[in-house]
């Protein structure tokens, strides 16, 4: 849409092409690559038979729309030769369960853990899984879930697992023959005999890395990008089961999909609380959705401000059609020949007795402009945005760590250490910043007057920002 906009009191015009954005607050039928993305990249067939098999319900998807070839899932599935399924099959949920850990991951997830293990019912593939910091928990991890099976009314036979020895210790062993609970392993070198459970891994991780991927999402979100696919997953068509999901037979009853969104898409959540803002400020926030909550009927979302995975029953998703709407031109009609309309002059005179303009004046007018004196000869600027300001971090995404063995507890014992350059550089920006924000002015001292002794403090620190450690500072 073309707009012609002309600035009172001015006869000149200009011209600008803005894209109109419409957003819909509700919804129809969707696109198969919509629900395709909001399923968390799984297969075009598996979406294909919830709708033949009617075994979701909320699953509004337009028919006629293409199956489109998706990049993510491209590059992050590869085709490997499969293991061979087991033909023996429980009769009653949570009987037998596969069991397999996954890890250690070179990137620590949002909550610190690199592992986590993975839970597959052999009667409905119904998946839970339990994330962990380190490998030694996968015992603890086995005895919560047969005791949240207990509690849910089932009936624990048998572990199936490999050999590992996270899981071939005597503690689980001796655990296990107390609770009559069958230990089956598979032979030596042939983890492929526990096909159930490797599948499972496989799957959650190509669905996790595709997830991530599709919006550029911090690493570290790989533990949520995880939860979703499984709960994806249980609600999701697989061979085995035929007419039914895991979910319908784990609960006894056909899911519902309709709250079901894309990973990583935007979503505006209210302010509340501490968070709430001034009246004619706005009152919600964008953020990244990474998973639903069935039990408080809540989502959660990623707050890259705070770097921080919080929950909230109070926010709404926005669907931006793709075809804006078509719309004439606008443009503002000049004043009519032969009216008298007086026209103010915008000229002024300088000191120089030169003219200048009203644009001229306006770039150089400072007043309101603050100044976060957090940027100040900052050694470890932050990013710029597109307009060219400085993005400077909240002070929640900042962690200052000090440096054992690094103190001097004199000026003395500093100029003497080996890295006496570093130190003088940072006095030197602390004692500049106090001058440039006017924090004291020198004077004599009143006759008679003891002034008030200070000292520095040496410390040398290591600063986390943005998601990683940037370096050592004084």
């Known amino acids: 849409m073309k707009l012609t906009i002309q600035k009172p009191g001015s006869s000149t015009t200009k011209s600008m092409t803005v894209t109109?954005?419409?957003?819909?607050?509700?919804e129809s039928s969707q696109s198969w690559e919509t629900w395709h993305k909001r399923f968390g990249h799984i297969s075009y067939s598996g979406l294909q038979k919830l709708l033949d098999l009617?075994?979701?319900?909320?699953?509004?998807?337009?028919?006629?729309?293409?199956?489109?070839?998706?990049?993510?899932?491209?590059?992050?599935?590869?085709?490997?030769?499969?293991?061979?399924?087991s033909s023996e099959r429980m009769t009653e949920p949570g009987e037998l369960t596969h069991i397999n850990m996954w890890g250690k991951y070179r990137i620590s997830s949002i909550n610190g853990n690199q592992y986590y293990?993975?839970?597959?019912?052999?009667?409905?593939?119904?998946?839970?899984?339990?994330?962990?910091?380190?490998?030694?928990?996968?015992?603890?991890?086995?005895?919560?879930?047969?005791?949240?099976?207990?509690?849910?009314?089932?009936?624990?036979?048998?572990?199936?697992?490999?050999?590992?020895?996270?899981?071939?210790?005597e503690d689980l062993r001796k655990w296990c023959t107390e609770h009559r609970i069958e230990i089956q392993t598979t032979a030596p070198y042939s983890p492929a005999q526990n096909g159930i459970a490797e599948r499972m891994n496989q799957t959650l991780v190509e669905l996790a890395h595709a997830m991530i991927n599709a919006h550029g999402h911090p690493e570290f979100l790989w533990e949520h990008a995880v939860?979703?696919?499984?709960?994806?997953?249980?609600?999701?068509?697989?061979?085995?089961?035929?007419?039914?999901?895991?979910?319908?037979?784990?609960?006894?009853?056909?899911p519902n999909v309709a709250h079901l969104r894309e990973f990583g898409a935007p979503v505006w959540i209210l302010h509340q609380g501490q968070a709430k803002q001034q009246k004619i400020q706005p009152k919600s926030a964008r953020r990244a959705y990474v998973g639903y909550n069935d039990g408080s009927n809540s989502i959660l979302y990623y707050n890259a401000a705070t770097h921080k995975i919080l929950s909230s029953r109070n926010f709404r998703f926005l669907t931006q059609t793709t075809t804006p709407p078509a719309a004439d031109d606008i443009e503002l009609d000049p004043a009519p020949e032969g009216e008298n309309t007086p026209v103010q002059s915008t000229d002024e005179l300088n000191e120089?007795?030169?003219?200048?303009?009203?644009e001229q004046n306006f770039e150089r007018k400072t007043r309101g402009k603050r100044v976060d004196y957090r940027a100040l000869n900052d050694p470890f600027p932050d990013e710029l945005d597109e307009q060219g300001n400085l993005i400077v971090d909240s002070d929640e995404d900042h962690i200052y760590a000090i440096t054992a063995g690094d103190e001097h507890n004199s000026l003395k014992e500093a100029k003497a250490s080996y890295d006496w350059a570093e130190w003088q550089r940072a006095m030197d920006i602390k004692l500049n910043q106090l001058l440039e924000m006017g924090t004291w002015k020198l004077v004599d001292p009143p006759p008679n007057a003891i002034p008030i002794a200070n000292k520095w403090v040496y410390q040398e620190t290591s600063v986390w920002k943005s998601g990683h450690w940037t370096g050592k500072r004084p």
């Open 20 to 26: 109109p954005q419409t957003y819909l607050t509700s």
């Open 54 to 85: 009617k075994l979701v319900n909320g699953f509004n998807v337009d028919t006629q729309s293409p199956k489109l070839d998706c990049i993510p899932c491209t590059e992050a599935k590869q085709t490997v030769k499969p293991f061979n399924e």
């Open 117 to 169: 293990v993975v839970f597959v019912d052999d009667r409905g593939r119904f998946t839970s899984l339990d994330f962990t910091k380190m490998k030694d928990e996968a015992v603890q991890s086995v005895k919560n879930y047969v005791t949240r099976l207990k509690t849910l009314g089932r009936k624990p036979k048998a572990l199936c697992f490999d050999r590992g020895k996270e899981f071939i210790n």
């Open 227 to 254: 939860t979703h696919a499984a709960y994806l997953q249980n609600r999701a068509f697989t061979s085995p089961l035929g007419n039914h999901t895991p979910y319908e037979i784990w609960h006894n009853n056909k």
């Open 352 to 358: 120089n007795g030169k003219h200048t303009t009203e």
